[in-house]
């Protein structure tokens, strides 16, 4: 991924950080720049697809919670995660990647509270995971810096929270992981997927259907998935997970272009769905 | 430790120029933090003069959005704009500057484009580094 030193610009950076102050920027010089009074582009809508990137079309997990918050919803997501053990001897690809974004979500929703052992247990299976997916050797080193703060207690869960945030949202999508265009959608989707099955359990638990409107109507994120999943980067016979991640995008998409608000019936439909998925990795 | 993450993110940037404009966002991103803004995604990219980048973007009813950017020497004026799945501009920056940047607090979940568009570069002929993020709170 790149030919600068990880641990040239940890130290750059880390001094920086290390001085609590914070860096100043140039806003200053924006907000008295001239009024700008050009017309913006003439942009068609397909001007406006072709050639448009994904990256930041995924929301996270966190922005989800916050979203679920201010839509009444005051279950935490992070109560709602069951006790599951993962399928760590599955190597394949698509598997490994689904499994790492769902770790991902639940390290998220968890770091302020969780214990260590757990803590330690998840970026243990996120470092296994990016090491199969060919994340490289920077990601690597960067999360067994995480892991030794961890072991030594020498980082907060409020920063851990910011790290893991900034790790999934600006970190992972810029991985490049040996070329394999699918397995960044794939840990998206994994994140999602489950993000998606928690707020589906925190809007039945409070009977509130309609609150889920605004965080599962998200054709185009689906879109998007179901892109990778189906079609683009299929080298060999799509393993079981993947096959029924297409079904459940498949399902996911009709409920997303749904134009009543959702119902008890559409939201347990989505947990279902969900539920069938993540049952697998 | 934070910042590293943040220069790890852009350790792929593919020109001095786009290190440039990394370097800059970086440091809003990171001020950003310590009032409470999460990050959705931070990305460079190189663009001509007038050239137009779009990002496919979801954003959250409920939530508060900032599309920060940064671009390098060689830019006069970026211009930064929010436009719906239709080519309505639902908001733009009135600033000319290369680091320009709005908030937004969408009324309904919806989809829409960040288009970065280099409106006038000092050298015309040689591409610019720019940089974009969306942060939440």
């Known amino acids: 991924m790149s030919s600068r030193s990880f641990w040239s610009i940890a130290a750059v950076f880390t001094a920086v950080a290390c001085t609590g102050e914070p860096t100043p920027t140039t806003d200053t010089a924006a907000d008295t720049a001239a009024k700008d009074t050009g017309a913006p582009p003439v942009l068609s809508p397909s001007d406006l697809a072709n050639g448009s990137e994904n990256i930041a079309l995924v929301p996270s997990i966190v922005e989800t919670q916050r979203a679920m918050e201010a839509a009444g919803i005051t279950t935490q997501l992070a109560v709602l995660i069951g006790e599951k053990p993962y399928d760590l001897n599955n190597d394949n690809k698509d598997n490994v990647a689904v499994r790492s974004g769902v770790i991902i979500a639940n390290l998220l929703l968890t770091v302020k509270d969780s214990k260590k052992e757990q803590l330690q247990d998840q970026l243990t299976k996120i470092r296994a995971g990016m090491s199969t997916l060919e994340g490289g050797s920077d990601i690597d080193a960067m999360l067994a810096d995480i892991e030794d703060r961890v072991k030594g207690d020498s980082v907060t869960r409020d920063d851990l929270l910011k790290e893991f945030d900034q790790l999934s949202g600006a970190v992972i999508p810029e991985l490049e992981f040996n070329g394999q265009k699918r397995i960044v959608p794939l840990i998206q989707a994994g994140s999602w997927l489950q993000g998606a099955n928690l707020v589906a359990k925190a809007v039945k638990k409070e009977g509130k259907p309609e609150a889920a409107d605004s965080m599962l109507k998200q054709p185009a994120v689906v879109d998007y998935f179901i892109q990778y999943v189906k079609n683009e980067g299929s080298e060999k016979a799509p393993a079981a997970i993947t096959e029924k991640l297409a079904e459940s995008l498949t399902t996911l998409k009709g409920l997303a272009e749904k134009k009543e608000p959702f119902t008890n019936e559409d939201i347990d439909l989505v947990i279902k769905t969900t539920d069938d998925v993540l049952a697998l990795l | ?137």
Not at chain 2, 5 to 27: H, K, M, N, Q
């Open chain 2, 1 to 137: 430790m934070i910042s590293t993450l943040l220069a790890l993110a852009f350790v792929g940037a593919a020109s001095a120029d786009e290190l440039e404009a990394e370097t800059c966002l970086r440091a809003k991103v990171w001020d950003g933090y310590a009032e409470g803004w999460g990050i959705r995604t931070m990305t460079t990219s190189a663009l001509q003069n007038g050239q137009t980048k779009n990002y496919l973007v979801t954003l959250y009813k409920g939530n508060e959005y900032q599309i920060r950017t940064c671009a390098d020497a060689n830019v006069k004026n970026l211009d930064v704009y929010l436009y719906d799945l239709n080519g309505n501009v639902v908001k733009r920056d009135e600033t000319t500057d290369r680091e320009p940047w709005f908030g937004y607090t969408p009324t309904d979940t919806g989809t829409y484009y960040v288009v970065l568009h280099a409106r006038e570069l000092v050298a015309a002929t040689t591409p610019a580094g720019v940089a974009m993020a969306v942060t939440y709170k």
